[in-house]
């Protein structure tokens, strides 16, 4: 029992604003600085003394209640506020600190945690894509996949959580699952006697199962504090939803080991096994086929799975025995114990976690930190100014005075209850709250006694005159800024600096203060979304799923346009100005018929589009005039900088009206600059070719080729389908036709009305050699059906097709981002808006990737945005057509190289080439 008296430490540390006795002292010393030649008594029993007395320790008190732990200070309840009670003071763990997956470590993880009948994952790093392409950034998927899932679902999942969580500037090629090889054990173990040999078959059996395939334990998070993770450690990468997983469990089943198995760990296993006393005879079969030696290599794209019901029931097996006494073995039971405990590591994958963390629990409420008791009660009651009045007999004068006293401590006591109101809302201050309008608080002394006759005013408006007084020092914006600020720096971000304020400053009509107000609204936006765009901050979008769907998005991107208080959205077009008909633009000398609906503008060049964007918000860009001798007609003239007179460009009824139409004009050129704002992410390597296709051909005894299109998609497995088209269907002259080619040639087509084009002979000089080499193509197939199946198998050739974009002199895919952006809006025509728009991008992209930028024109966004919106839509299908998706691609890649090189001929030709291939 322990016996050390309890006790009170004699000295502790206590803080300056609660240390009365320190706060008194250092107000006399400060007292003797300011009054010492008129204020010689410091005395208890000065009046200013007992003044400096009550105000320290009315301080000591405010000191106090600022030391409140947080919660209570952030999440105490509120009976009555004007503003909600804040819940975005702090993010979650769970929310802030995982990520979107980013090695291959934390993909395998996604994978196993989230798609069920995954046993195991492998992300492998390749250098060429299934087309032999050359290609940095992509990676196959291996997976390991328990009995009874079926293999197409698995693959669909996987590749769908895959590209939902995509890396900008990588890609999945290719999903394969690995084939099981049945592994059995032979050997006769000796037992201790005093055990079920059951119980320690169907153990040895869970080890062997274990040795073979290492399971992949799922934790919670109290398992992981409880092993001295931090919370940074416990939600590093991807959020799981059944259970957490550790890297160790995940180096244990590389896939280099999974394909070897070690004789000599099986043996050890089985021996440290409880009950075991020795091992003899030990073998093992891989497919019912014996094998020796100490390593045992399975080969690529197969695991070792235990064939349990062939060491319990099948010939040699694991035979038991105590001593020299062969052990009678119920197999049924034996199953079932193992069963049990390979469901008892299944289960974890049914259980969901809850993750979320209970929010802090407040001691008191909101209105206890603020709440003021006033120093006037503590004074002595000769004083007169407490609740109980003037002691004894009063006169006017008495009165008068207690009435000065107590309004000359209200200067001191509002301070207080300032400071109270200050710490009571400084939540509001860290919060996100959009109602937020100021950054001062300040409370009426309502417990002040008598406070009524201090005022000159009804109570119910000296609050607002306090907030008014208050708010004359309260600098809003500047304030405002300073805590949206501090909060972006506690997660490592920043907004916006000075140069990029300046920069939109220059484009932008609004005042300062507007102005100002328009950056804290950006910043709350971006707070808002800090924990998706934190999480996602280096994601690509999520190609599967189509640009209307409202859902293609890049985690990248959208960081990118709340930095820059980008207006953007899914599948928005930047060109949006090219169909609006409320302004049109031509030759400079045409005749104008402006209204009030539209303004007519001409130019001789075509960059009065970017210049009026930019110089037209200006309002003094504009003169309302009335033409000489002209009284019922005004015209609105508008001059660009550095013009010697202003251009008309509408007519109005009015003074008035033109004025209308001005102030209707500025509104549509803020609101066309922010809709051209924007701008789209190319991923290279998703621009590779991806369609893999096929031609079979037969070279008859005539030396004639009968050769199919390129549609199928496997070299070996798919010969046996066009063998089996053109014997079905050759047969019959019926089904042959002789056709004229383009170059004169003539070609003979072997067609069914089902089946449709099977296969053409081409290049046949005469149309009388076509017609007469059909009875021999009937002849040849004819024999070819009768010889037995799959004997025709060995005369089939096949021929890869060609893709453009395969073979270029140069790797145009791998780790190579464009971005594409307008060049009209007036904040992207600013050469200084430019400079800075890039180093941000770059220094928010992952430093592994090449970054280019296009600052494009009109006319070259709508054709990139035509071609671009068309590719996201077929890339999002699920079985896309081929070979348009790659052709779209290619047209992608040459456009990005227009764009660069204007003059270069030999991709203008490629463009014009693949546009009219493509019937654009």
Partial sequence: MNNEPVSIEKDFDVSPSMDFAQLKRDGVSMTQQLAGDTWTDYNEHDPGVTILEQLCYAISEFGYRASFPIEDLFFSPSGSTELEDPKDILFDPSEILSSNPLTEKDYRKLIIDRVQGVKNAWILAKEQSALGIHVQGIYDVLLQVDEGHLPDRIIREVKALLNEHRNLGEDFDTFRILQPKKIAISADIIINPSIEGETVLS???????????????????????????????????????????LDEDLEKSELTLVGRIFQSALIKRISE??????????????????VTGETIFLGKGFYPVLDVEKILRGPGGIQIFIGEIPYTLDANATIQQFNLLVAKFKQQFKRVLSLKSPLPEPSILKESIEEYYSIQESFPRIYGISSYGIPGGTTARRRAQAHQLKAYLLLFEQHLLNLLAQLSNSRYLFSLEDKLKKTYFTQLPSSVPDVGRLFETEEGQALALWEKMVGEYDNYTSRRNIFLDHMLARFGESFLDDAYKAINRQVSPHEKDVFEQKIIEAKIQFLKNLVRISRNRGAGFNYEMGPDSGQDWSGFKEKICLLFNI???????????????????????????????????????????????????????????????EKKKFQVLFKMPGAKEGEAILEAGSFTEGEAAVQKLLDFLQEINRL???????????????????????????????????????????????????????????????????????????????????AVVPDLLYEETATKAIPDLVKFVKELSEKPKGAGEELIY?????????????????????????????????????????EVVKSQAPAHLSLRFFWVGMDEMMEFEEIYYAWKSLKSKQNPVQPLLDNFSYYLLLLLESFENPSEKTTQDQLKNLKKKLKL
């Avoid at 992981?224 to 259970?243: C, E, N």
């Avoid at 928005?572 to 303004?599: H, M, P, V, W, Y």
């Fill in 203 to 245: 153990n040895i059996l869970f080890q062997l199962y274990e040795a073979l395939s290492p399971k992949i334990r799922f934790f919670n998070q109290e398992d992981l504090r409880k092993m001295g993770l931090d919370l940074p450690a416990v939600f590093d990468g991807p959020l799981p939803s059944h259970g957490f997983i």
């Fill in 676 to 758: 051209s704002e924007g701008f789209h992410i190319l991923e290279h390597v998703l621009l590779r070719p991806v369609d893999i296709s096929y031609s079979f051909f037969l070279r008859t005894d005539k030396n004639l080729l009968l050769q199919s299109e390129f549609n199928f998609k496997d070299a070996f497995t798919d010969r046996k389908d066009f063998l089996q088209l053109v014997t079905t269907h050759g047969t019959n002259a019926k089904n042959y036709t002789v056709k004229k080619q383009d170059d004169g040639k003539f070609s003979i087509h072997l067609q069914e009305k089902e089946s449709g084009l099977i």
């Fill in 273 to 290: 096994e409880n009950g075991v006393m020795q091992i003899n005879n030990f073998s093992l079969q891989v497919n019912d086929e014996p």
């Fill in 798 to 838: 096949y021929q890869e097709q060609e893709k453009e974009g395969a073979n270029l002199p140069s790797d145009p895919y791998s780790l190579r981002v464009s971005l594409v952006l307008p060049a009209w809006p007036a904040k992207f025509s600013s050469d200084k808006f430019r400079v800075l728009f890039e």
């Fill in 567 to 629: 207006p953007d959205a899914p599948g928005k077009r930047l060109c949006q100005l090219a169909n609006d008909d409320r302004i049109s633009i031509g030759k400079e000398g045409e005749s104008k018929k402006g209204s009030t609906l539209q303004f007519a503008f001409s130019a001789e060049s075509e960059n009065l589009l970017p210049d009026l964007l930019f110089h037209g918000l200006n309002p003094d860009a504009y003169q309302i005039v009335a033409p000489a001798g």
